[in-house]
Nanobody, 115 residues
């Protein structure tokens, strides 16, 4: 079994920053892709960013230049640095990790951008 636990969410003012973390644990040989999705209230879950095991990253159009994804393979952890946050970034953020052709999900962490 593989478990993913997100952390780092919370309340932040517009223009502020947050760094999300997602640590994978369990019986893991090698994690392939990792990434983040988010789901705003009343909306579908949208892809935010992804990163390969080799460090190649990709971003959704709405977060390019604003968010940065990174990972620490030794710690089986993926990060999402979020800057210049806006109210429309308010959402539950979910991380995922792909291992042996299976995508595992975290339970999500809430990010609220409000003054």
């Amino acid at each position: 079994q593989v478990q993913l636990v997100e952390s780092g969410g919370g309340l932040v003012q517009p223009g502020g920053s947050l760094r999300l973390s997602c640590a994978a644990s369990g019986t893991i040989f090698r994690i392939d892709g990792m990434g983040w999705y988010r789901q705003a209230p009343g909306k579908e879950r949208d892809w935010v960013a992804s990163i390969t095991s080799g460090g190649s990253s990709h971003y959704g159009a709405s977060v390019v230049g604003q968010f940065t994804i990174s990972r620490d393979n030794a710690k089986n952890t993926v990060y999402l640095q979020m800057n210049s946050l806006k109210s429309e970034d308010t959402a539950v953020y979910y991380c995922y990790a792909e291992f042996s052709s299976v995508r595992y999900w975290g339970k999500g962490t809430l990010v609220t951008v409000s003054s």
